[in-house]
């Protein structure tokens, strides 16, 4: 269980981070989300240990967290960085090393991740001379070559093309089905939704939402959306507030079993269900509000 | 999970990352084809001296005639020839065309092919005034001990009134090779120090690497990688260079010390170089593109020039009070002293003094470098003041 508690952070006049709390469960996938300059990064390289907080504490099973056990874990800044000048398999294997691998080990996890990523050719080429999708791959497998017991990654999914974001995305979850909490940003709502188990979001250094995709969904307010054959207009006759979406009737505060029997006393129902809001719809309710 | 890591000791942080900088920087192309050049340099600087000085064989010499004997003592007390002496001067000169010996002194002629050199020449020339006066002095029926008594003169007696104020080209030049190899030798691998630094910072790898390392062993561990490859050429430049003059049979022709001063030199390198290596780290730090480390590192690239031409200045006057304070004071005694030792006796009381404080100097520089590292390392964007470095909390 990987604990972030209470985060403050000021960058001079500027308050980063407001009291950032969040956590994530062996086994759970959590989402990041916040606009651009919310504190995701901030949030992230504090727990990493790059970055040091003004107050607040990042916990691991319960324990403050530690240069040793932090060693463990698999980090991708958002921005990205590799030695150019070094061969791809070397340096993938450096880092395991340095993640505390014994030489052998390191080297053998770094051959079978580049092949798993498709990069078994490229292992003796300078990394300078990949293309910049085989560094992202390069990238990824840096975060994962000594086997992590936790994943922290900010926007891991950016720059990728569709296979490695699918290779990514599986990396993930087995990294979770195998125990791992893990933590990851993204602007790509979609995949967030596909993902996670859990959504964090951040606004302006502080936690604005937060809780499993259903709950979250489920705290929005609730449009019934109702589709008739009927040719006269029936937003007088419906209960609650009434909007048009196109030939559909959205709404809000009203009885909806009064509702189903106003429509179906005035034509068929084709249509009557409640609006489940997507991620991306409840990010903008929340930032916004 | 990880459980086939084994915990990952500072000390294997440490190597770890020097092991890096020794394989990518190293075992390069670049950098063995310089060394293998520097080398190749070194072993003909050092042989040049006997080339030039000449450890020539002995010049084989034929005589013949009246003053032939006295001839063969005056030669064989100069040294340097191989002395034939014939029974007329048909076979002296005999003895010169089917080139038995280089020439022949008979009968008041010096028969030669082509002409002898100019210190053959000068030689035979003073042997031959000398054995003249002794056989004329027999003709004038001077006993032999009287001819002796005549020709014993006291060789002129040289007193220097200033101590170590005359220096043969050898000191000179030993001097001179250990200046300009200290230079290069300190100022490639802060420059590849500095560079380095500025390529993780620039690349953004040091975030990733600061999650496993800390800030100290990054560092450390790059001045020690560059500091061992710098330490590999030096070696290897000091054994090539002792070892071409032993084997020329210059070595014992050096000054006294000579030998211990370029042995010595490494370990004055290896003080100067924490001091400079630590400092280019620092500074290096400080900026986040590879086209601003210049502006930064002018300071340290300045001194290191200056300790370098102070060294030069100090060759022509190794004992004026600007050569002693020059090869005190850190850090430009890293360059000057070992260089001073190599031309002139240094009291070891300034020897010491000197070591202490650069010892000092790099200490300080240590824990300069290594702050200035850790609190700007982070930083991105424009370049961070040095004040303001300083001032930020690590």
């Known amino acids: 269980m990987l604990e972030i508690k209470d985060l403050h952070k000021r960058f001079g006049d500027t308050v980063a981070l407001d009291g950032v709390s969040l956590s994530a469960a062996p086994g759970e996938v959590v989402g990041f989300v916040g606009a651009n300059g919310a504190g995701k990064t901030t949030t992230m390289r504090i727990a990493m240990g790059v970055l040091a907080a003004d107050s607040g504490e990042i916990v691991y099973n319960g324990a403050p967290l530690g240069v040793e056990q932090r060693r463990r874990f698999g980090y991708m800044p958002s921005e990205r960085g590799l030695y150019p000048k070094m061969k791809t398999g070397e340096q993938v294997a450096y880092f395991g090393e340095l993640h505390g691998m014994s030489k052998a080990a390191a080297k053998r996890s770094a051959a079978e991740l580049l092949e798993q990523l498709d990069l078994s050719e490229r292992m003796g080429d300078f990394v300078q001379d990949l293309s910049l999708g085989n560094q992202q791959r390069v990238q990824l497998a840096v975060s994962l070559v000594h086997d992590p017991e936790v994943l922290i990654l900010d926007e891991p999914f950016s720059g990728l093309d569709p296979i490695a974001v699918d290779v990514m995305g599986t990396a993930l979850k087995d990294r979770a089905a195998a125990g791992a909490p893990v933590i990851f940003s993204s602007h790509q709502l979609d995949l967030i939704e596909r993902l996670c188990d859990s959504v964090v979001i951040i606004g302006n250094g502080r936690i604005i939402a937060s809780g499993t995709v259903e709950e979250l969904k489920a705290k929005e307010v609730k449009q019934l959306r109702i589709s008739v054959e009927a040719a006269e207009d029936l937003t007088a006759l419906l209960p609650g507030t009434v909007t048009r979406d196109g030939d559909d009737y959205l709404i809000e505060d009203g009885d909806d079993q009064e509702a189903l029997r106003v429509a179906s006393s005035a034509g068929r129902v084709t249509r009557f269900a409640y609006d489940q809001p997507t991620i991306a719809e409840i990010f903008r309710e929340a930032v916004t509000r | ?394």
């Open chain 2, 1 to 394: 999970m990880s459980n086939q890591s084994a915990e990952t000791s500072r000390m294997r942080g440490l190597m770890l990352v020097a092991g890096r900088e020794i394989r990518v920087r190293g075992l390069s192309k670049a950098n063995l084809v310089s060394l293998l050049v520097t080398v190749v340099i070194v072993g003909v600087l050092a042989a040049l001296p006997s080339l030039i000085g000449g450890n020539e064989e002995d010049a084989a010499i034929g005589l013949a005639g009246e003053n032939a004997p006295a001839m063969q003592a005056q030669l064989e007390a100069m040294g340097g020839f191989d002395i034939t002496v014939y029974d007329t001067a048909d076979e002296a000169e005999r003895a010169v065309e089917d080139e038995t010996v280089e020439a022949a002194v008979a009968d008041g002629s010096l028969y030669s092919l082509d002409g002898v050199g100019n210190e053959v020449e000068t030689k035979i020339d003073a042997a031959w005034q000398a054995a003249s006066v002794q056989t004329n002095l027999a003709n004038a029926g001077l006993s032999d001990q009287e001819i002796a008594g005549a020709l014993t003169v006291e060789p002129l007696e040289f007193v220097t009134l200033e101590s170590g104020g005359v220096h043969s080209t050898l000191d000179y030049f030993t001097g001179l090779v250990i200046s300009i190899i200290m230079f290069m030798m300190l100022m490639t691998p802060v420059q590849y120090i500095a560079m380095g630094v500025v390529e993780e910072k620039s690349s953004r790898i040091v975030e990733i690497l600061l999650t496993s390392l800390k800030p100290w062993q990054l560092l450390g561990g790059k001045v020690i990688g560059l500091g061992v490859i710098s330490l590999v050429n030096l070696v290897a430049m000091v054994a090539v260079g002792l070892g071409v003059s032993a084997a020329t049979g210059m070595l014992g022709d050096l000054p006294p010390g000579t030998a211990a001063a370029a042995v010595s030199t490494i370990g004055w390198w290896l003080m100067a170089f924490a001091l400079f290596g630590t400092l280019a780290g620092g500074v290096g730090s400080l900026v986040s593109r590879q086209e601003e480390s210049g502006s930064v590192l002018t300071p340290l690239i300045m001194s290191l020039t200056l300790s370098y031409l102070g060294a030069i200045f100090l060759l022509n006057a190794p004992t004026s009070t600007f050569a002693e304070v020059l090869s005190i004071v850190p850090p430009f005694s890293g360059i000057a002293m070992p260089t001073r030792m190599a031309i002139t006796e240094v009291p070891a009381w300034q020897v010491g003094l000197s070591a202490v404080l650069l010892a000092a100097a790099a200490a300080g520089a240590l824990a300069l470098g290594s702050q200035l590292y850790k609190r700007s390392v982070l930083y991105t964007g424009s370049r961070m003041k040095l004040t303001e470095a300083l001032r930020r909390a690590a």
